[in-house]
């Protein structure tokens, strides 16, 4: 096998026959050599003597061999190249995530706020169905596991991490802000308009 590396082993045994063999073995991917042995037995009326020698081809020997520094580097560029390319995705899918979730609860607000205000003849409601005063505004706060409030007989839910405020601009008009302790952004209903817009934090 040419450069190959070569080992050498002998052993003995009972008698036997003068026996010459060789063997070499294939890689099963490429069919190409990987090992060569040969060996030869001499025999005498005392004892056997078996005498071997075996050669691993360069192919084999660069397999055991294992990676280079060079290509160790290369494989760790190519997870840093990656890593700073996803990183950035993952976190502005996250923020678009808590944003989306403050958007939503704003809009869920300003359904409640609206039920409330038809049910007590178009005004903001000023008491609830027991005589209770109803104070402006009102926050919601849903901390790590989400929260709700009572706007009079209604009731406001805001998932975690959310805070909403629903402000009364007059006896029937109201505004209701709302946003994601992580998010970028601040939505804003406002009954006047009826319309949400959104600002940077």
Known sequence: MGNGVTTMWETAGKRCNHVRCSLSMLCPATGKVWFTMKCTHNCDAQRCVVRGEGSLSLRAQRRQRGFSLVELLVVVIIIGILAAV?????????KAAWNSNAESDVK???IVVETSTTANKGKMPTEDGHGNAVSYPITCTGGSKGSTVALADQTITCSAGVTITVAKTGDATYTVTGSHE???KTYTYDSTSHGITEADK
């Open 108 to 110: 869920n607000a300003q």
């Open 182 to 184: 992580n998010g970028t």
């Open 86 to 94: 996803a990183v950035p995705i993952y976190l502005n899918q996250r």
